[in-house]
């Protein structure tokens, strides 16, 4: 039983390494998380990461349905996902680049409902194909038969997964609001800001749209 246990512990451990380096390696959701925290500050950072972690418990359901292994049996329809990330992603970016003239100075009103937030917070995580690579590649390792029952695991690594976005993303929208707060009073540097958060999401947009196109 304790020989069980340990190595059920060293399971968990190693999965929430893997799961720490995904996350904390910049990406679709850090950089929406961060977008949305300069532009409505901290509780629009918190209404962001609210819909990474339920877009994250959503790809676990998946993967522990199997959804993940059938990407993995028809390419074309991750393919299709790459694309669609790539164009949503695209389509953020520009909205900020756009709109970042608009922001002058930090103001006290938030440019846009936090439910919003939320949907496109979940939206991007459900298109991140990062995340699905992840569940095709990595999930299915340690989902085991002898590990126990399957929804157990499930739930297990997917509280591990919220629990890691929240406190890597989190410092991110701490540190983001600290940001905004010195940059207040600056509107120049405010709509240098934004648009720069969203020239880089259009740059990561055009990669993956790249990267999909020339998928076989």
């Given amino acids: 039983m304790e020989n069980l246990l340990f190595s059920d512990l060293s399971h968990l451990w190693l999965f929430f390494v893997l799961v720490l380096g995904i996350i904390a390696l910049p990406?679709?959701?850090?950089?929406?998380?961060?977008?949305s925290t300069l532009v409505d500050g901290r509780r629009g950072g918190?209404?962001?990461?609210?819909?990474i972690v339920a877009g994250g418990v959503a790809h676990t359901v998946m993967a522990a349905l199997g959804v993940g292994l059938m990407l993995q049996a028809v390419p074309a329809l991750f393919t299709l996902m790459l694309?669609?990330?790539?164009l949503y992603l695209g389509w953020i970016g520009w909205s900020l680049v756009r709109g970042a003239s608009a922001l002058g100075e930090v103001g006290a009103s938030r440019s846009r409902p936090l439910a919003a937030?939320?949907?496109q917070g979940l939206f991007t995580c459900l298109l991140n194909p990062k995340a699905y690579l992840f569940m095709v590649a990595v999930f299915p390792q340690f989902a085991r038969p002898e590990h126990g029952p399957m929804l157990a695991q499930a739930v297990a690594m997917g509280t591990i997964i919220a629990a890691t976005q929240v406190a890597v993303y989190g410092a991110v929208v701490f540190g983001a609001d600290r940001a905004r707060a010195f940059l207040h009073g600056s509107g120049r540097a405010q709509v240098f800001a934004g648009r720069t958060v969203g020239l880089v999401l259009m740059g990561g947009a055009a990669w993956m749209?790249?990267?999909?196109l020339r998928a076989p």
């Avoid at 918190?46 to 819909?51: K, R, V």
Wanted: hydrophobic letters at 60%; glycine letters at 24%; a negative charge.
């Fill in 209 to 212: 749209l790249w990267q999909g």
């Fill in 117 to 119: 937030t939320f949907q």
């Fill in 83 to 86: 694309v669609g990330g790539a």
């Fill in 46 to 51: 918190a209404a962001a990461l609210a819909g």
């Fill in 27 to 35: 990406g679709m959701d850090m950089a929406f998380v961060l977008g």
